[in-house]
T-cell receptor, first 115, second 115 residues
Framework: AQSVTQLDSHVSVSEGTPVLLRCNYS??????LFWYVQHPNKGLQLLLK??????LVKGINGFEAEFKKSETSFHLTKPSAHMSDAAEYFC?????????????FGTGTLLAVQP | EAGVVQSPRYKIIEKKQPVAFWCNPI?????LYWYRQNLGQGPELLIR????????DSQLPKDRFSAERLKGVDSTLKIQPAELGDSAVYLC?????????????FGNGTRLTVT
């Protein structure tokens, strides 16, 4: 079965400093992995996705993530945090093979950005 | 394009009462999903529709939950009777197809509080 583990429930950074949100995955085959962001009282928005192409994936708003098979990790990074990045971030793995589009969400990491 | 629309945004009911949530997916999206997000957790899939057919309802508590998607467009999720543990955010999402690489678009959710 596929699963993801988000290693930090809360991360706090200062504006202008780098962001690192950690995610490890478990999958019996090459996974499809995603990062979603959820701002307060808003719907989930796709940040980026990895589907076995380039291991370094660039997303919206300056975020990127690197797929590392040897470490079973898919950490989300951003060089410089902005106040508007404060939100909850979910690491997600697609469950099942073939045509299925069932997503398994991690428990989320709440990112706080201090001025 | 208009996004996924959900209503109501908030609902407060007493336990044992019925409640219904409505979702209007993005026009042309064949696949519709209902997720439940408990406080401090990631969303969990309740049911997935391909057009009007429920193709995955394995996580739907069928003793009290029901869903329908008449004509393969709008969908309604119902709980009867509601229990205290049903307090959560109920998210609707849609995608063009149910296949991989067809991104999910989420609505803003309905926050249910059962007292």
């Amino acid at each position: 079965a596929q699963s993801v583990t988000q290693l930090d429930s809360h991360v706090s950074v200062s504006e202008g400093t780098p962001v690192l949100l950690r995610c490890n995955y478990s999958s019996s085959y090459s996974p499809s992995l995603f990062w979603y962001v959820q701002h307060p009282n808003k719907g989930l928005q796709l940040l980026l996705k990895y589907t076995s192409a380039a291991t370094l994936v660039k997303g919206i708003n300056g975020f990127e993530a690197e797929f590392k098979k040897s470490e079973t990790s898919f950490h989300l990074t951003k060089p410089s945090a902005h106040m508007s990045d404060a939100a909850e971030y979910f690491c997600v793995v697609r469950s099942g093979g073939g045509a299925t589009n069932k997503l398994i969400f991690g428990t989320g990491t709440l990112l706080a950005v201090q001025p | 394009e208009a996004g996924v629309v959900q209503s109501p945004r908030y609902k407060i009911i007493e336990k044992k009462q019925p409640v219904a949530f409505w979702c209007n997916p993005i026009s042309g999206h064949n696949t519709l999903y209902w997720y439940r997000q408990n406080l401090g957790q990631g969303p969990e899939l309740l049911i997935r529709y391909e057009n009007e057919e429920a193709v995955d309802d394995s996580q739907l508590p069928k003793d009290r939950f029901s869903a329908e998607r008449l004509k393969g467009v709008d969908s309604t999720l119902k709980i009867q009777p509601a229990e205290l543990g049903d307090s959560a955010v109920y998210l609707c999402a849609s995608s063009l197809r149910g296949t991989a690489n067809s991104p999910l678009h989420f609505g803003n959710g309905t926050r249910l509080t059962v007292t």
